[in-house]
């Protein structure tokens, strides 16, 4: 075919007005389904659905609706003790007086997606081998190197035994989304990284659609045979939209029903102006906000410059700019948790109540009269700038000059996790076992590494100068809950005497929801994904 | 016209092949362990080494490189070390939203740039052509994500005329899906083309065949269109080229803005997740596209103006 000017120009001009027409033609209101439930997270995919290898939070809500734990969470809080546990595939459980032998009843006749069978004991077990096999799965497995093994006494019984006593296995270890029973059948046939993205539950969704095009996520449709109440709504998509505004204009125009928040000072204001129609769910804790400080380098290996730093800092001002999703916290476990410090119980010694005068006392005192300057690394991701912006604000009044190098998220951590960082953030969920955080960030085992290989013990505590580590053994061995949260209390009082660590804020989980979904449950506190099986479209 | 080609495209092979190697450096450059940012902070030293065998990370960087060459060459651009889908596909699903916004973005703007540009050239120092310069100006001072997110307020979410985010299902629905990140983009292209046209259109008028046509009493429209604007079209097709690899860029924000579909959005994603087999694979599609855009253009000038011809 020959092409001159006039075939040029008038095939475009002709299809212009075909885009164009065929535009206005289908310029409907957008529809939006009243059997759908659309939920937005902050993410750009989904990475996978398999329990043992999620390593990305908001990937947990489809994972508990397509799974099943043994037990749950009661709707929705952590419990004031294990007794209030859900019993879920779980009925029935008791402990060995030692705390280190769990045996779990299983519910009979429940059955996995697809047609993979009854759930049974070998399930169980198989789950929770793979849970504790270092190369088949992901991060979870620290989580559950105290099992020793796992039993199997007939279909319905299951035994674990514990390399020490856990007082709180069935809450710390079993509750949460990493506790999901998997299908072994379904693993051996489906393949270990497809089940990732062909996930076999007997969950009360089952996986209808992952989506090509990432944003759209992945869509879940009731499981009609689920043992349990029925799912109140046909479908749930998960949508990851991690643009911030693009998410925040997703909800308001009501293109979807739930977004995941933004950890930003003025945020939920700014949402309650424009919507005051809005619900906002949040969950606290959350994920910890916590700062140490590095021994290894001048002047932080001086006590009084980091007890400077602590005095310095205003917590109350921080958690209230980030309201409703910051919480004031004062000791390493929150104060919802099992021996959390609070305002009242905290030792007035450990309290840092913000006192610049101290601050500057405490400076002078360590040769620096006129304050002191240095540079630190902080993420450029909305929870850790905004902070670090305003402990940088808070600190001038201190005549110290923490001059701030926002950095990648990715590459923040990849710094950070080679000890370069002078105060390292770290934010993290944890669950309610309160011996976690202190496994987490001060014992000397670990130890951040040059070669990236340590663990989150970022301030070289136990090795720059002795730490806790025998106090943590103590713990770790003591079966009685009530005297293990005794020790490790003590613990927090060490090391917050020794200045460092310094818990700052618990950053709740917030989803903004429309008026026009009901849960039917109240969301306190518990794991930052909670069950919509019930919710519904009103 | 074959050999034309040919010529053309071996003339893109350096400049690929630089593309190629600037990209991979860069990947090695970037601070970030992609096997952590796979894997998460608590994977085990055990696990991390194992992902890099598994993606070749452990290889020296010249036998990466060649094996990343050998991909490109065979149109496999490997695996995302994220969601582990196939490279190729995931720019062939992404590809066409991209290309379809550029398209629509510069249609829009071509039919809206050049009669504007006419105007102010048919009306110099008039009202309208005072309008015109304003309405360029303020074209080129908008930053078109900002622009977006204006558009994208009062349009869908204000008055619930076009959807927040997505790129539609179906020649309709994408359509419908398209219209307003393209007209953003379309925005910025038609301050450039009309204030182009304007120019050219303006010089054009100033020949002597111009002032022949009026003296033989050539009307009005048959002067500007038929004699004016026919001559004026090759510079403004020059800038129409520059200004699609413009829009190709600009693409970039919008998609995210638009929470759209498209490969400026897999790049961005892919960058902050350090998953170097979606960024190789999306900047070597980006450049393959300027690289045939620029031929396009060459082939179009023949089109639109029969005194180039080639020797």
Redesign the interface.
Known sequence: MQ???RS?IGG??A??AG??L??V???H??AQGTDTIKIAFAA????TIDPHKS?QGVDNWAIIALYDKLVDLPRWKFPETQDDLAPRLATSWSSSADAKTWTIQLREGVQFHKGYGEMTSEDVKYTFDRATD??R??????KFTNIASVETDGPYTVIFNLEQPDPLFLLGVLSDYDGAIMSRKAIEEIGE?EI??NPVGTGVYMLETVH?????GITLAANPDYWDTPAATAKIQCLY???T???T??I??G?VHMIEGVRAPGWADSMTQRDPNLIFDVVSPGSFFTIQFNLTKAPFDDIRVRQAICYGIDRDEITGAIAPISKRTYGLNPPSFPGGFTAETIPAEVAYNYDPEKAKALLAEAGFPDGLTFRNDTSQREDFSAIMLMIQDQLRRINVDMELNI?????F???Q?IGTNIISQQSSAMPPVPTQVILTYLPAEAEVKSD??GG?NMSHYGVAIPGIDDLLAQALAEPDLDKRIAIVQEIEVQALKDAVILPVSNNGFMIVRSPKIDLGFEVESGYVNWPLSQASLV | MARYLLLRLADAVPTVFLVLLLVFIAMRILPGDPAIAALGDMATTEQLQLFRERMGLNDPLWLQFINFVKGVLTLDFGTSMMSNQSVLGLILYNLPYTIELTIVAMLIGILLGVPLGVIAATNRNKAPDSGVRAFSLIGYAIPDFYLGALLLITFSLNLGWFPINGGGEGFADRMYHVFLPALTLAFVKAAFIGRLTRTSLLEVLSKDYVRTARAKGAKENRVIYGHGLRNALLPITTGLGLSTLATLSGSVAIEMVFNRPGIGKLLISAIAERDYAVIQGGIVVFAMFVVLINLMMDLVYIVVDPRIRMK
Do not use: C, W
């Open positions: 092409i001159n000017r040029f475009m001009a299809a212009t885009l164009s065929s535009a033609m289908t310029g209101a957008f750009r995919g989904l990475r390593i270092g190369p799965v992901g991060g979870v497995r620290a990284e990732g993205t090509t095009d990432p944003s759209q939209i991690a643009d505004t693009a998410r204009l997703a308001l125009s293109d950095k990648d998220h990715t590459a951590h990849a710094d996790n990236g290989n989150s």
